[in-house]
């Protein structure tokens, strides 16, 4: 007699809760991420949005500008008009683009020099233009003043009061950690490029123009961005040489809007600010191209 015996179900066990799981793993790797995030975009964005509040907030004082976009009215962009702002963006463009673009071709010369070629004290100009460039400019302030008028006497378009003057005083004070900065990106350009326009006959006026500058191209935008956006809020050493309300800059022509406690105007401060941040902002937008791309990929082939 043959007995049969059944087997027992086997138990079923719920199935674990991957989803659960899964967003806890996400919030413990990567969620605090976006939270450090969001808690900096707000501190980096009130400000701005703070300043954008004030410009279209016709009272004119910090304490009306509290609630964000209460009032939306134009009379500060308005009263701008009646004021030498439009004088002072001219001279601030002018002198910023003329301190880029002379930052862009004296950096660029010397640090091709200095890559290129192999004579004495190279070693030395190098040292000494790392040590200059450890001390900002503004200590030399009084030396600028001192130096400036002494000059006026003989040239008076390189004296105080000169916008050319002011020129001259940021590209000296540039001159150095641009250097460096190029001089690290020349480097990095391959000697074959050189010697072989050379055995085609080019001299080192074509090699530097025709060759060098196109691969460097990145490094220039950097340059030039950084010469720009340092001599359009410089106010320490435009102070200084700019003496007439004509020649003055933005920084220094705004500044007296907001200077008295008892008769400053925020509103008028932030109008003239927030149009002031279009220039840079429209050239980083452009050479943003420039700074993101390596030109020099490809150059040589391996």
Known sequence: MSTTTQAAPARTRPAPNRTGARRKRWLS?????YLVAAVILFYAMFPLVYV???AFNPGGSLAASNTLFATFDLSNFSALGGTAY????GNTL???GASAFGAVIMGAAAAYAF???RFKG???SLTALLIIQMFPQALAFVAIFLMLLALGEVFPFL?????????CVYLGGALGVNTFLMYGFFNTIPMEIDESAKIDGATHAQIFWRLIMPLVTPILAVVALLAFIAAFGDYIISKIILVSEDNWTLAVGMYQWVSNQLASNWGLFAAGALLASIPVLVLFLTLQRYIIGGL???SVKG
Do not use: Q
């Open 29 to 33: 790797e990567v969620g605090w991420k």
């Open 94 to 96: 002018l002198v910023g």
């Open 122 to 124: 190279r070693r030395a």
């Open 115 to 117: 890559s290129r070629f």
């Open 159 to 167: 004296g105080l009061n000169s916008k050319i003057a002011l020129i």
């Open 296 to 298: 020099t990929a490809g």
């Open 52 to 54: 954008v509040s004030a």
């Open 86 to 89: 439009w004088t002072w963006y």
